[in-house]
């Protein structure tokens, strides 16, 4: 098994190249893809990339704010429907397996990559069929039902967390971390905001979290944040946009809300302290700007994977953890005061984070995927 050492990072390779990038579902697939897709650009003249999608509005959106032509196949997700749904899901595996096919047959990549989501599946699925080297990341510390099939059939299987050896029974596993945007990372960002004094950022993730919003909107209008509220940049998600709105709209609070946070990068910068749940995706951008944060894992995720997510920060002292069935206004409160009231502790904190990161993973995936394709 490897342990994503490899040379040759920033060396211009030949032209002409072409990957299909397969993701889908949440920001927490597609946006590593996205990394990826970044950095096989920095490192190939000419390079083509497709992103092959599913049908969600999200799945297409965010691969074109970057300027990527999607494909979308016809496949839903499986987990969490129940028999009849999870039987409907597969009935049209079949299907998405025969359009990927098509699609890899006219565009002809070098290398498919998945991003583990069910749009991932068909599309490797078909790569495997033609004869097209195959690649699957997976973000999260349990992996997904996509992956844990695919391991079987793929050439080399990334993984952001040690912990998921584990749960792979076959396959190539190379230990890279999950891939980091290059725009989270650009150090000449400051602290820009527009707002004085302390920032707190709120991630649901990308489709938001009622029981955070809840607990952050409840914290900050207790009367022991009076004369200590921070300044507030808040995602929502839409569900949850106008409700949120209102409340900081009525208590006459200093607030970015949004439902989806398009330049997260500048939020980052601007935050002192993050509130969050912990999806891969935020723990490695949290990790790689070394920003402190109080997750929240959902509880709900499959086999606790944000629970387990959270602590890679937490038993470093990079973060702290509330969970949702603990988690209210005044247990918030209580913890925002304490690093609010203490920059050491909010800096120590930081620093903590930080040495956990890893801000070279889309670099060394792109180091084995250019091994992989001669």
Known sequence: MGDGNHAGKGRKAEKGRRFIIAAGGTGGHLFPGIAIAKALEARLEGVEIRFVVGRRKMDSEIPGRYGYETLSVDVEGIKGRGWKGGLSALSKLPGGIWQSAGMIRAFSPDLVMGMGSYASAPVCLAARLLGTPTAIHEQNSYPGLANRMLCRVVDRVFISFEESREHFKSGELVWTGNPVREEILEPSRTKSSGHGGFTLLVLGGSLGARAVNEAVTAALTLPEMAGRRPAVIHQTGDADFDRVAAVYRD???????????????????????????????????????????????????????????????????????????????????????????????????????????????????????????G
């Not at 890893?358 to 995927?369: F, G, K, N």
């Open 251 to 373: 208590e006459g609070l200093d607030a970015d809300v949004v439902p989806f946070i398009q330049d997260m990068a500048s939020a980052y910068h601007a935050a002192d302290l993050v509130v969050s749940r912990a999806g891969a995706t935020t723990i490695f951008e949290l990790a790689a700007l070394g920003k402190p944060s109080i997750l929240v894992p959902y509880p709900y995720a499959a086999n606790r994977h944000q629970e387990i997510n959270a602590m890679s920060l937490v038993r470093g002292g990079g973060a702290e953890m509330i969970h949702q069935k603990d988690l209210d206004g005044a247990v918030l409160a209580r913890v925002l005061l304490k690093y609010m009231n203490d920059a050491a502790a909010l800096a120590e904190m930081g620093r903590r984070a930080g040495a956990a990161g890893r801000p070279e993973a889309a670099s060394t995936i792109v180091d084995h995927i250019l091994e992989m394709v």
